[in-house]
């Protein structure tokens, strides 16, 4: 990504997301209160799953766990079940260094907190998984996700800091390997200053090569939230969640 180039749009308001998983029967019994309702149906265990990304060309979807030691998740979509995905049993690493030297090395998993999730398909049934982190450091998070065999098996692979260990909200990948990520709130700022107006987070770029996340400039926002890239990579998209109090 040639740092600079890209014109972007911002959606003000607070974003809420509904996830409603047309599906019934789960990995883990059931209760009274996860039964269906009317015509939909819900799958019920995992925690906190922030986000979901579906494993392209398969019917996998990979849930975040926001929470002190909640795994991510592997859905089913077909059989409507779920199971531990990392770090489940035997977490697997190995850093690719020709991208990600600058990365001091794998988190531990299990302190691990992952938030938001993107993916971007590669080849021979391998995707490239993109994690929020939280917990023991404030990083994106790399794994490898090799969906060729029966069920997909994530190995971490790399990792880019945030500047001043400040927290990432939401990632977005490029063709390239380029990420744009959203920090809502950068070093002393405050949620309260967000919702009154103040200009408390921003996006961030990197690209293979870079030491490190950089601000893009002109993207300072009242608590910079989601984001996304359009198909071309000429644009990406934020959402705004501050500025009720103005």
Not at 3 to 16: A, E, N, P, V
Not at 206 to 218: A, R, T, Y
């Amino acid at each position: 990504m040639k740092h600079g180039h890209f014109s972007f749009s911002i959606t003000r308001g607070m974003l809420y997301t509904l996830l409603v998983w047309f599906a019934v029967g789960v990995a883990v019994a059931a209760d009274d209160e996860c039964g269906a309702v009317g015509e939909y149906g819900f799958v019920c265990g995992p925690v906190s799953a922030e986000d979901l990304v579906l494993v392209p060309g398969t019917q996998w979807i990979i849930g975040s766990g926001m929470a002190e030691g909640a795994p991510m998740v592997l859905i089913d979509s077909k059989q409507k079940s779920w199971a531990p995905l990392y770090p489940a049993n035997r977490p697997r690493a190995e850093q690719n260094m020709d991208i990600y030297g600058a990365c001091p090395g794998s988190p531990d998993p299990n302190n691990l907190i992952s938030h938001g999730l993107n993916i971007r398909a590669g080849k021979d049934g391998h995707s490239t998984l993109y994690v929020v982190g939280h917990g023991e450091r404030e990083a994106i998070e790399v794994f490898d996700v090799d969906a060729s065999g029966a069920k997909p098996v994530m190995t971490w692979v790399g990792c880019v800091l945030t500047p001043d260990q400040m927290a990432i909200n939401s990632v977005a990948s490029l063709s390239d390997g380029s990420l744009v990520a959203t920090i809502p709130l950068q070093t002393g700022r405050t949620i309260g200053e967000a919702l009154s107006g103040a200009l408390t987070g921003a996006v961030y770029q990197w690209s293979p090569g870079d030491d490190g996340f950089e601000m893009i400039q002109g993207t300072e926002l009242p608590y910079a939230n989601g984001v996304e890239v359009s198909t071309d990579e000429t644009e990406f998209f934020i959402a705004s969640s501050g500025g009720y109090g103005s």
